[in-house]
């Protein structure tokens, strides 16, 4: 099995990264292709609400809870004490697609944008000490650089700049 197309968008918290995630995401889908996602959260979290039957499952204990339905099915996997799993065992759980696009993570040898905005938590630049950061996506002007700059919502040009990068080829649609 061949290892996926992979590409990263790194930033500091309030960057951005999100938003451009989901717009990527609409964009690649729109040309056809078909894209799975990676989050990396700093803090704990739930995808299930207190009281559901799966939030109950998991606080009796089970190791992996699976919630399976006719349009979708989610597996949370309770870590229990345990170390967080690599980013390359939680790449190799995702089924076969064309790229999957990574929010966070941001110190993983992949190539990535940088996300900046002017309101984000933290404005240290990421890239001068990154050299897997391959271009940066900002809502105000940036100077002193010697990599391709983007308009942060400019993400026609982003999807574009990713599939060069990625090598995914010619759009489908």
């Known amino acids: ?17 999100t938003g451009l995630a989901v717009r990527l995401v609409t964009e690649f889908t729109r040309r056809g292709y078909r894209i799975s996602t990676i989050k990396h959260a700093h803090h704990d979290f739930d995808i299930d609400k207190v009281g ?3 939030y109950r499952h998991r606080q009796a204990g089970a190791h992996e809870v699976t919630i399976v339905s006719g349009t979708r099915y989610a597996i949370m996997h309770e870590l229990r004490g345990a170390p967080e799993p690599a ?8 089924a076969p697609c064309d ?4 929010e966070g993570y941001k110190r993983e040898p992949i ?9 984000a938590a933290n404005r240290e630049p990421l890239a001068p000490s990154d050299p897997h950061i391959c271009a940066i996506a900002a809502d105000h002007p ?12 400019d993400t ?3 999807a574009d700049f990713i599939a060069d990068i990625v090598g995914l080829g010619e759009t489908r649609s």
């Open 52 to 54: 559901a039957d799966s």
């Open 142 to 153: 940036v100077a002193d650089t010697a990599l391709p700059v983007f308009d942060l919502d």
């Open 1 to 17: 099995m061949t290892a996926p197309k992979i590409f990263g968008i790194a930033g500091w918290k309030n960057s951005g990264k």
């Open 99 to 102: 790229l999957v696009l990574i």
């Open 87 to 94: 980013f390359e065992e939680i790449l190799a759980r995702l």
């Open 156 to 158: 026609g040009a982003i």
């Open 111 to 119: 190539p990535k944008i940088e996300a900046r905005r002017l309101e």
